[in-house]
């Protein structure tokens, strides 16, 4: 009787352990999602990332040499000044929408930022 009620608690205590520890989990990798971008060989890698409302997400430039540029040109924003390898673009995003992009100089290179 007693070590069937006794094996229940360290089951329940078991459970809850195992519950903890995936909220802490969720928690941590929860506090900064994906929102860093590579630019290389005319690219955005990520071309699409997801992110929450409040974010900033960071563009990096990894090219050898070329320059380039994150417009969000269908939002309105005036065409931002290029940036070149090593350097970084930033932008927050405060409301959720899908915010697809393009490089100034390079219309062909597109990307998207979707915000939750
Ligand atoms: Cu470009």
């Not at 809850?16 to 290389?40: D, M, Q, R, T, Y």
């Not at 417009?71 to 959720?96: I, K, V």
Request: net charge neutral.
């Amino acid at each position: 009787m007693h070590s069937a009620i006794d094996r229940l608690i360290k089951k329940g205590t078991y459970l809850l352990f195992v519950s903890l520890l995936w909220v802490s989990h969720s928690v941590i990798a929860g506090g900064n999602p994906a929102s860093e971008v590579e630019i290389l060989k005319f690219q955005f890698i990520p071309q699409e990332i997801t992110i929450k409302a409040g974010t900033t997400v960071r563009w990096t430039n990894k090219e050898k040499r070329q320059y380039h540029s994150v417009w969000f040109e269908q939002a309105g924003d005036p065409e931002p000044q290029y940036f070149f390898p090593g350097e970084t673009f930033e932008r927050t995003f405060d409301q959720p929408g899908v915010y697809p992009y393009r490089c100034g100089p390079h219309p062909k290179m597109t990307g998207t930022v979707v915000v939750e």
